[in-house]
């Protein structure tokens, strides 16, 4: 039987955050992690993210994830399994782990569970056809293990995962039949169903998956339009050609262990499922078991790796390390969650949240005592439901094109305009994301009140040096030059595809949805850095298409 | 659920079950099956279900062998649509001990007086009957082919459904709160979901027994003991019989579905109503059962958990009219072996609530036994 | 439109169809527990990780019940299999202070 001061069940965001935030106050950790590398869902993203600067934002899901693991590794304190599966808590208090192919028994003092989440499975016929895949299935097979998994995918889900796997595939060279979504409304980041409607995938919302076919394998897909009450509507039914569906429907807490350690439950449909009740310090109804991350709510990977530090530093904190320090960086890792959740983005959370708050207080004495001797009382996310945010009404809500009074608006003067270039923020969506305003020296770009604001340019101050281009996770600045020259302006944009057009190419323009707009000559190309890896591809168009030249095509591929 | 009934039967696992069966067949159907959570979701729905008819009592043998027989056609006695997923194929029962050896033949001699076609099996064929055994130690061995396995959710629900189309009625997720007892006489139940006026009251309810026959002023020696069990991930058929050894306190048997479920029982046990399962006892049996079956090493736990023995002192069954409520019947005590002899002691307990004759004696199974010294001793138990 | 729900899998583990789902619920059984005890419906290596949510909803969606009021089964350990040998050896290593020696 191994002894430990603080076992993390789980080595992605939230488990390594977790077993960082624990150490640093002191505390011995066992860190336990399924798979060979560390990182949990880290490994395979490929994408910038979002959040601030606390929370990485702007480096890229793959390096936050290398990050992290070195961090673990360089700490003496922190020791860790991989390929290591914790199979069951039982009611002693014994954590038992299959461990380099041994059954190995763990007593810690403290448990953090941080077990992350699963993917959602659907029902419909053909639904187990070989080519019928999850989104992070797909994900694997790309980013970690070098595989294209198909030619031609149907995306099912318009949700985070569904836009940035699609993003993915087209970068990977697999085409997107499209992206349908049972709801009335895109829910994830416009800014990345924007990038890849300029890519030439359509979004289409309101759209259901009525079966998979094919003999042996995927060979397509029906898809219908649904009205309110999600029921397919007869004559919109199309064909879809494809050899792989990609289900990115959502994500359950991968909640057995909590269920198994006798921790209080609750269904939550705002959270993604049932959760363990958590409080604040994000402890249990069973003392001295923690949750973090996906399990107790699904959120993005920046909320995940806050509540793993906010999990890790109360855990060290309840057997008494660093007392004084400890409460102060519990707080502010509780003011960093609120703020993430503070959006409209965030509002289901904060719902969510508050409801099993609720239901604890009814139903759990022992636990409310609990939470009363940690002496926080602050309520954070009713904080943040008090902010009033504004949703996106508009048809960019639907396909993730912006209107043109919504463009008119971010739009500079005419005169400033003609005055020489300057940054187009198409950022039009609360979501908590703030690099742009770092990445600009001369502090052009600002937000109001928080992160969540929609950032705003200061046309005076902006010289159009084309910095934030690269920088921003959404790929949504551009920068525009009206002085290039009589007959041509210039237009810069982000590009993350491989090849990378040289100056003096030739490439197709294209608008916000994919639409070709002519072929325009590639002035200049600069590369963002080994790191960032986003190149910023100068183009000349005519004047009157420089509102509208959002993407290129090199070859037949749109990008 | 009507206010009142001929007779309430407290307890939804195959006991109360195939009793409100057995007393609809004969004509009482004015019967309620009260369970508080779903049918099986006690110790039918835990056990392992075997069914075996090697036993070392005279009593025990006739009521397992005249229970497989009703097993062998349940679908057909209940009118059940479903697959009651028996399968006979045998039990190998080996000693490891000397003492052990000449106890099973005595057994033998019990089996063959009522009828079991069991057989002692040379040492040098029992590897003819499950090939990969370890036969280290193995003093002897005994074989029945006829013994075999059972779904116990099927045979429980057949049961209940053949019982529900005669007009019994079941309740489920309904707790039996209190025993309504005036002058001597039971008169009904207190559930979550109203009280129950009864002629007759049948306790049905494993572990709780005794508890819940202290609600009427009865006490019986009857107490749950916590029993584990794994299950494997399914693979090819590899053994037919359950193998079962008392000095090891093991069985383990491969299903029809190809998984390997198996048991064992802890001497140092305490009594206790808990069904968490412990780590302890998954590293034991596996250890434990790999010693005689080394291939099944390689094989996968994919489950384990733990239910209830419902202990007697003599590890036989107690069927008991309580003294101080009369027409309070409890039926438990089954230490272990209830589900493979639930169909005879169904029509035992029916036979004797509808007047009619029984080839058994009821009185053998009161708790009187524990008084004149007349008990049922069982040598064989698990 | 014509019934398909011989072709919805519910459960990959052990192939149990929606078809077979709806059937258990239209003979009224009304839970989980006693849904995957009639047709082994997470009873597979997943342990029901896939299937439990899908048929919790299929249980909503007939008895008009919030997904909140949908009684979840129980959920048992281990929650990946692990093998019998590994498990004996763990006991070994006990029982014999750590020594490898196998005991009959």
């Given at each position: 039987m191994?002894?430990?001061e603080?076992?993390?069940i789980?080595?992605?965001?939230?488990?390594?955050?977790?077993?960082?935030?624990?150490?640093?106050?002191?505390?011995?950790?066992?860190?336990?992690?399924?798979?060979?590398?560390?990182?949990?869902?880290?490994?395979?993203?490929?994408?910038?993210?979002?959040?601030?600067?606390?929370?990485?934002?702007?480096?890229?899901g793959?390096?936050?994830?290398?990050?992290?693991?070195?961090?673990?590794?360089a700490?003496?304190?922190?020791e860790?399994?991989?390929?290591?599966t914790?199979?069951?808590?039982?009611?002693?208090g014994?954590?038992?782990?299959e461990?380099?192919?041994?059954?190995?028994?763990?007593?810690p003092?403290?448990l953090?569970?941080?077990t992350?989440?699963?993917?959602?499975?659907?029902?419909?016929p053909?639904n187990?056809?070989?080519?019928?895949?999850?989104?992070?299935?797909?994900?694997?097979?790309?980013?970690?293990?070098?595989?294209?998994?198909?030619?031609?995918?149907?995306?099912?889900?318009?949700?985070n995962?569904?836009?940035?796997?699609?993003?993915?595939?087209?970068?990977?060279?697999?085409?997107?039949?499209?992206?349908?979504?049972?709801?009335p409304?895109?829910?994830g980041y416009?800014?990345?169903?924007?990038?890849?409607?300029?890519?030439?995938?359509?979004v289409?919302?309101?759209?259901?998956?009525?079966?998979?076919?094919?003999?042996?394998?995927?060979?397509?897909?029906?898809?219908a339009?649904?009205?309110?009450?999600?029921?397919?509507i007869?004559?919109?039914?199309?064909?879809?050609p494809?050899?792989?569906?990609?289900?990115?429907?959502?994500?359950?807490?991968?909640?057995?262990?909590a269920?198994?350690?006798?921790?209080?439950?609750a269904?939550?449909?705002e959270?993604s499922?049932?959760?363990?009740?958590?409080?604040?310090?994000?402890?249990?109804?069973?003392?001295?078991?923690?949750?973090?991350?996906?399990?107790?709510?699904?959120?993005?990977?920046?909320?995940?790796?806050?509540?793993?530090?906010?999990?890790?530093l109360?855990?060290?904190?309840?057997?008494?390390y660093?007392?004084?320090?400890?409460?102060?960086?519990?707080?502010?890792?509780?003011?960093e969650?609120?703020?993430?959740?503070?959006?409209?983005?965030?509002?289901?959370?904060?719902?969510g949240?508050n409801?099993?708050?609720?239901k604890?207080?009814?139903?759990?004495?022992?636990?409310e005592?609990?939470?009363e001797?940690?002496?926080?009382?602050?309520d954070?996310?009713?904080?943040?439901?008090?902010?009033?945010?504004?949703?996106?009404?508009?048809?960019?809500?639907?396909?993730?094109?912006?209107?043109?009074?919504?463009?008119?608006?971010?739009?500079?003067?005419?005169?400033r305009?003609?005055?020489?270039?300057?940054?187009?923020?198409?950022?039009?969506?609360?979501?908590?994301?703030?690099?742009?305003?770092?990445?600009?020296?001369?502090?052009?770009?600002?937000?109001?009140?928080?992160?969540?604001?929609?950032?705003?340019?200061?046309?005076?101050?902006?010289?159009?040096?084309?910095?934030?281009?690269?920088?921003?996770p959404?790929?949504?600045?551009?920068?525009?030059d009206k002085?290039?020259?009589?007959?041509?302006?210039l237009?810069?944009?982000?590009?993350?595809?491989?090849?990378v057009?040289?100056?003096?190419h030739?490439?197709?323009?294209?608008?916000?949805?994919?639409r070709?707009?002519?072929?325009?000559?590639?002035?200049?190309?600069?590369?963002?850095?080994?790191?960032?890896?986003?190149?910023?591809?100068?183009?000349?168009v005519?004047?009157?298409?420089?509102?509208?030249?959002?993407?290129?095509?090199?070859g037949?591929?749109?990008? | 659920?009507?206010?009142s009934?001929d007779?309430?039967?407290?307890g939804?696992g195959?006991?109360?079950?195939?009793?409100?069966?057995?007393?609809?067949?004969r004509?009482r159907?004015?019967v309620?099956?009260?369970?508080?959570e779903?049918?099986?979701?006690?110790?039918?729905?835990?056990?392992?279900?075997?069914?075996?008819?090697?036993?070392?009592?005279?009593?025990?043998?006739t009521?397992?062998?005249?229970?497989t027989?009703?097993?062998?056609?349940?679908?057909?006695?209940t009118?059940?649509?479903?697959?009651?997923?028996?399968?006979q194929?045998?039990?190998?029962?080996i000693?490891?001990?000397?003492?052990?050896?000449e106890?099973?033949?005595?057994?033998?001699?019990?089996?063959?007086?009522?009828?079991?076609n069991?057989?002692?099996?040379?040492?040098?064929?029992?590897?003819?009957?499950?090939?990969?055994?370890?036969t280290?130690?193995?003093?002897?061995?005994?074989?029945c082919?006829s013994d075999?396995h059972a779904?116990?959710?099927?045979?429980?629900?057949?049961?209940a459904?053949?019982?529900?189309?005669?007009?019994?009625?079941?309740v489920?997720?309904?707790?039996?709160?209190?025993?309504?007892?005036?002058?001597?006489?039971i008169?009904?139940?207190?559930?979550?979901?109203?009280?129950?006026?009864?002629?007759?009251?049948?306790?049905?309810?494993g572990?709780?027994?005794?508890?819940?026959?202290m609600?009427?002023?009865?006490?019986?020696?009857?107490?749950?003991?916590?029993?584990?069990?794994?299950?494997?991930?399914?693979?090819?058929?590899?053994?037919?019989?359950?193998?079962m050894?008392?000095?090891?306190?093991?069985?383990?048997?491969?299903?029809?579905?190809?998984?390997?479920?198996?048991?064992?029982?802890?001497?140092?046990?305490?009594?206790?109503?808990?069904?968490?399962?412990?780590?302890?006892?998954?590293?034991?049996?596996?250890?434990v059962?790999?010693?005689t079956?080394?291939a099944?090493?390689?094989l996968?736990?994919?489950?384990?958990?733990?239910?209830?023995?419902?202990m007697?002192p003599?590890?036989?069954?107690?069927?008991?009219?309580?003294?101080?409520?009369?027409?309070?019947?409890?039926?438990a005590?089954?230490?272990?072996?209830?589900f493979?002899?639930a169909?005879?002691?169904a029509i035992?307990?029916?036979n004797?609530?509808t007047?009619q004759?029984?080839s058994?004696?009821?009185?053998?199974?009161s708790?009187?036994?524990?008084?004149?010294?007349e008990l049922?001793?069982e040598?064989?138990?698990? | 439109?014509?019934?398909?729900?011989?072709?919805i899998m519910?459960?990959?583990?052990e192939?149990?169809?929606?078809?077979?789902?709806?059937?258990?619920?239209a003979?009224?059984?009304?839970?989980?527990?006693?849904?995957?005890?009639?047709?082994?419906a997470?009873?597979?290596?997943?342990?029901?990780?896939?299937?439990?949510?899908?048929?919790?909803?299929?249980?909503?969606?007939?008895?008009?019940?919030p997904?909140e009021e949908?009684?979840m089964?129980?959920?048992?350990?281990?929650?990946k299999?692990?093998?019998?040998?590994?498990?004996?050896d763990?006991?070994?290593?006990?029982?014999?202070?750590?020594?490898?020696?196998?005991?009959?």
């Open positions: 191994k002894h430990i603080v076992m993390v789980g080595g992605g965001p939230a488990g390594l955050c977790a077993a960082l935030a624990a150490s640093s106050l002191g505390a011995k950790v066992l860190l336990v992690e399924r798979d060979e590398i560390p990182g949990g869902q880290l490994v395979k993203q490929t994408h910038k993210f979002f959040g601030s600067e606390k929370q990485y934002a702007g480096d890229r793959i390096h936050i994830g290398q990050m992290l693991l070195e961090n673990v590794i700490e003496q304190d922190i860790l399994w991989t390929d290591s914790v199979l069951a808590i039982y009611e002693d014994v954590v038992t782990v461990h380099e192919g041994k059954h190995t028994k763990v007593k003092d403290r953090i569970i941080a992350g989440a699963a993917e959602k499975f659907l029902s419909f053909g187990d056809l070989p080519g019928v895949y999850g989104a992070g299935a797909v994900q694997t097979l790309m980013n970690v293990d070098g595989v294209k998994p198909a030619k031609r995918v149907l995306m099912v889900g318009a949700g995962i569904g836009l940035i796997v699609s993003y993915q595939l087209k970068q990977a060279g697999v085409e997107i039949a499209a992206v349908i979504e049972g709801l409304k895109i829910g416009l800014v990345h169903a924007s990038k890849i409607q300029r890519a030439g995938i359509p289409l919302t309101r759209h259901t998956i009525l079966e998979a076919y094919g003999n042996g394998q995927v060979e397509g897909a029906i898809i339009s649904i009205d309110e009450t999600w029921q397919p007869p004559g919109t039914e199309q064909k879809i494809c050899d792989a569906i990609c289900l990115a429907v959502g994500l359950s807490p991968l909640t057995e262990l269920w198994q350690a006798g921790c209080a439950m269904f939550v449909r959270l499922g049932h959760v363990p009740v958590v409080d604040d310090l994000l402890e249990s109804s069973r003392p001295g078991i923690y949750c973090a991350g996906d399990v107790s709510g699904i959120e993005e990977a920046s909320a995940a790796m806050v509540e793993g530090r906010l999990a890790g109360s855990a060290a904190f309840s057997l008494g660093e007392a004084n320090e400890a409460k102060a960086l519990q707080q502010s890792a509780m003011e969650l609120a703020e993430l959740r503070a959006g409209p983005m965030g509002q289901h959370i904060r719902d949240i409801k099993v708050k609720l604890r207080k009814i139903g759990n004495h022992a636990f005592n609990q939470t001797k940690s002496g926080i009382v602050k954070y996310s009713s904080d943040a439901t008090n902010t009033c945010r504004a949703e996106i009404k508009t048809s960019l809500i639907n396909d993730g094109i912006p209107t043109k009074e919504e463009l008119d608006a971010i739009y500079p003067s005419d005169k305009l003609t005055e020489g270039p300057i940054a187009i923020v198409e950022c039009f969506q609360e979501i908590p994301c703030n690099p742009c305003v770092k990445a600009c020296k001369r502090g052009a770009i600002s937000m109001l009140r928080d992160i969540n604001d929609v950032p705003v340019v200061d046309e005076e101050l902006c010289n159009g040096c084309g910095l934030c281009i690269s920088l921003c959404g790929l949504a600045i551009f920068v525009v002085s290039y020259s009589g007959d041509m302006a237009i810069k944009l982000p590009f993350e595809y491989v090849p057009p040289k100056s003096g030739f490439v197709a323009g294209l608008d916000r949805a994919g070709e707009l002519g072929r325009f000559e590639v002035v200049r190309v600069t590369s963002g850095g080994d790191k960032n890896k986003t190149f910023t591809v100068s183009l000349a005519p004047h009157d298409l420089v509102m509208e030249v959002r993407g290129i095509r090199i037949e591929q749109a990008i | 659920m009507k206010k009934y007779v309430v039967i407290i939804g195959i006991i109360g079950c195939s009793v409100a069966f057995e007393l609809a067949k004509g159907k004015d309620l099956v009260v369970e508080q779903y049918l099986t979701s006690g110790a039918t729905g835990r056990c392992g279900a075997g069914i075996r008819q090697q036993w070392g009592s005279m009593l025990n043998a009521l397992a062998l005249e229970s027989h009703v097993f062998e056609n349940l679908e057909e006695y009118g059940y649509d479903g697959d009651c997923g028996l399968n194929g045998g039990y190998l029962l000693a490891y001990t000397e003492k052990e050896w106890q099973f033949q005595k057994n033998l001699e019990i089996q063959h007086q009522v009828g079991i069991s057989h002692a099996v040379p040492l040098d064929c029992i590897k003819e009957i499950v090939p990969h055994i370890n280290d130690g193995i003093q002897g061995a005994c074989f082919a075999g779904d116990p959710f099927h045979c429980t629900y057949a049961y459904k053949g019982a529900q189309g005669m007009g019994v009625e079941i489920t997720y309904t707790k039996v709160t209190g025993l309504k007892v005036e002058n001597g006489r008169r009904g139940v207190a559930t979550t979901r109203g009280d129950i006026e009864a002629k007759v009251v049948i306790n049905a309810t572990g709780h027994a005794a508890q819940m026959a609600l009427a002023g009865d006490e019986l020696p009857i107490f749950p003991e916590r029993h584990q069990i794994l299950i494997t991930e399914p693979v090819a058929h590899i053994m037919n019989p359950m193998v050894s008392f000095h090891r306190h093991f069985y383990v048997q491969q299903t029809p579905h190809g998984s390997v479920i198996m048991g064992m029982g802890d001497p140092n046990e305490p009594v206790s109503l808990n069904t968490k399962a412990s780590w302890q006892y998954l590293e034991h049996n596996a250890w059962v790999t010693q079956l080394p099944f090493r390689n996968r736990v994919v489950r384990q958990w733990a239910g209830h023995y419902d007697s003599d590890r036989n069954p107690i069927i008991n009219e309580a003294k101080s409520a009369e027409g309070f019947i409890t039926i005590g089954f230490s272990g072996h209830g493979m002899v169909p005879r002691t035992l307990v029916s004797y609530l007047g004759q029984d058994l004696d009821i009185s053998r199974f708790v009187e036994r524990y008084k004149t010294g049922l001793l040598p064989s138990v698990v | 439109m014509k019934n398909r729900d011989a072709e519910i459960c990959r583990c192939d149990v169809t929606r078809e077979t789902i709806l059937k258990c619920i003979e009224g059984y009304q839970t989980l527990d006693e849904i995957k005890r009639v047709t082994r997470g009873m597979g290596p997943c342990q029901g990780r896939t299937c439990r949510q899908l048929i919790a909803a299929e249980l909503s969606r007939h008895y008009g019940m997904m949908v009684m089964t129980t959920f048992r350990p281990p929650v299999p692990i093998s019998l040998g590994a498990l004996a763990a006991y070994e290593h006990e029982r014999t202070g750590h020594k490898h020696e196998k005991i009959v």
